[in-house]
């Protein structure tokens, strides 16, 4: 099975290279991870991380799949999509405003992280992840410009795995440094501004995710 990837080495690793330029921006996934890792817990914020990468391969698969060509056949249910998303993060936006002036109590550690929040948390990433389907074009445009027009089953395989790990370990890395304890007292002491720049960001991406909606 090696032996019908190893031809292929060249164009997957361009192909990881451009994404990881996209994964690493940053957007409503990096303000997501980072409230909920300084916020919460490392465990809540490695759960998001997980949430981040599953979205990313399910929006990948997709792509290979030639969803792409689906939603340009049918330009309605893409910009209904693309609504529906952007309406979605911009209702987390609210909600985090909302509460930019509520206590919070930290546990500090990993055990003062439940099963419920960490996994509300990985519902919070994959979902987040998922409300962006501009996200499958970006891949569909990569793959198109660097796929080579034969792809054999075993090379996609590679491909969808490189995308879980980069996407969950970008976002596990962001997880992991600001939920360290000087981002964490950092963000106890002033809570209400981050939480309200955090809702600022996601409203706007929300925002303007509605406003191109008509876009490509």
């Not at 690793?13 to 690493?24: P, R, T």
């Not at 405003?97 to 990993?110: H, I, T």
């Amino acid at each position: 099975m090696m032996d019908s990837v190893v031809p292929y080495l060249g164009p997957i690793g361009l192909i990881f290279l451009a994404l990881l330029a996209g994964v690493v921006s940053p957007g409503p996934s990096f303000v997501q991870v980072a409230r909920i890792a300084v916020s919460r817990s490392r465990a809540d914020g490695l759960a998001a991380a997980l949430g981040m990468g599953l979205g990313a391969l399910v929006f990948a698969a997709l792509a290979l799949a030639g969803l792409q060509a689906l939603l340009s056949a049918l330009p309605g249910v893409y910009l209904a999509l693309k609504v529906v998303g952007g309406l979605y993060l911009m209702w987390i936006a609210f909600n985090i405003w909302r509460g930019a002036r509520q206590p919070l109590e930290m546990g500090g550690d990993e055990k003062g992280a439940s099963r419920r929040t960490v996994l509300q948390s990985f519902r919070q990433g994959l979902v987040t992840q998922l409300s962006n389907p501009k996200i499958v074009v970006v891949y569909s445009s990569v793959f198109a410009a660097l796929l080579p027009a034969q792809f054999p089953l075993p090379a996609a395989v590679l491909v969808l795995a490189g995308v879980l790990v980069m996407e969950t370990g970008w976002y596990a890395l962001v997880a992991m440094v600001l939920s360290s304890s000087v981002p964490r007292a950092a963000y106890l002491r002033s809570k209400a501004v981050v939480d309200r720049t955090a809702a600022g960001a996601m409203g706007l991406l929300g925002l303007r995710l509605v406003a191109t909606a008509h876009t490509v």
